[in-house]
T-cell receptor
Framework: AQSVSQHNHHVILSEAASLELGCNYS??????LFWYVQYPGQHLQLLLKYFSGDPLVKGIKGFEAEFIKSKFSFNLRKPSVQWSDTAEYFCAVISMEYGNKLVFGAGTILRVKS | DAGVIQSPRHEVTEMGQEVTLRCKPI?????LFWYRQTMMRGLELLIYFNNNVPIDDSGMPEDRFSAKMPNASFSTLKIQPSEPRDSAVYFC?????????????FGAGSRLTVL
């Protein structure tokens, strides 16, 4: 079955620490990959996306993600987190083989301590 | 653009009552999605439409749930009768599905509490 796996459900970091959130998917073929962020009490906002080309994509607020096709992974990174990055982060995948469905991972709750 | 607009933002109702959630997608978008978010199950795709036609409703939990899209600027998600386990945040999202990639924009959500 198609699935998106996020390795950590809760992550706690201190300000200025580096962040890496793991994401793996089980789809074959062509995929579009996304990271969305949900700040407390708010709706989902797009952080970054990968469709084709350079596998290292840069998004808003200093976030970046790397698509490694051989590992079916799309990990999110940020060199130095801020307190304002406290939020829930969702990896999501659209597989061209399975139509237009955007399937989300379970989410990772990030808490940044000031 | 005002983005994806959902109403109501909050709804509290009693078990057995009918609930109707509404969504206005971004003008020009041709795809619309309904998601449900709960602590236990995360974000689940319930149904999506393309050009007002339901394409995949395999995520709709049961017959109590129904969704319509009578035109390109309006969709409803109806639960009848509602049950406490339907309590969740329901998100609507829209996108333009064309030759390029497909990016969903989400609304603010409708938080439903069924007592």
């Amino acid at each position: 079955a198609q699935s998106v796996s996020q390795h950590n459900h809760h992550v706690i970091l201190s300000e200025a620490a580096s962040l890496e959130l793991g994401c793996n998917y089980s789809y074959g073929g062509t995929v579009n990959l996304f990271w969305y962020v949900q700040y407390p009490g708010q709706h989902l906002q797009l952080l970054l996306k990968y469709f084709s080309g350079d596998p290292l994509v840069k998004g808003i607020k200093g976030f970046e993600a790397e698509f490694i096709k051989s590992k079916f992974s799309f990990n999110l990174r940020k060199p130095s987190v801020q307190w304002s990055d406290t939020a829930e982060y969702f990896c999501a995948v659209i597989s061209m083989e399975y139509g237009n469905k955007l399937v989300f991972g379970a989410g990772t709750i990030l808490r940044v301590k000031s | 653009d005002a983005g994806v607009i959902q109403s109501p933002r909050h709804e509290v109702t009693e078990m057995g009552q009918e609930v109707t959630l509404r969504c206005k997608p971004i003008s020009g978008h041709n795809s619309l999605f309904w998601y449900r978010q709960t602590m236990m199950r995360g974000l689940e795709l319930l149904i999506y439409f393309n050009n007002n036609v339901p394409i995949d409703d395999s995520g709709m939990p049961e017959d109590r749930f129904s969704a319509k899209m009578p035109n390109a600027s309006f969709s409803t998600l109806k639960i009848q009768p509602s049950e406490p386990r339907d309590s969740a945040v329901y998100f609507c999202a829209s996108s333009f599905l064309g030759s390029g990639a497909n990016v969903l924009t989400f609304g603010a959500g409708s938080r439903l509490t069924v007592l």
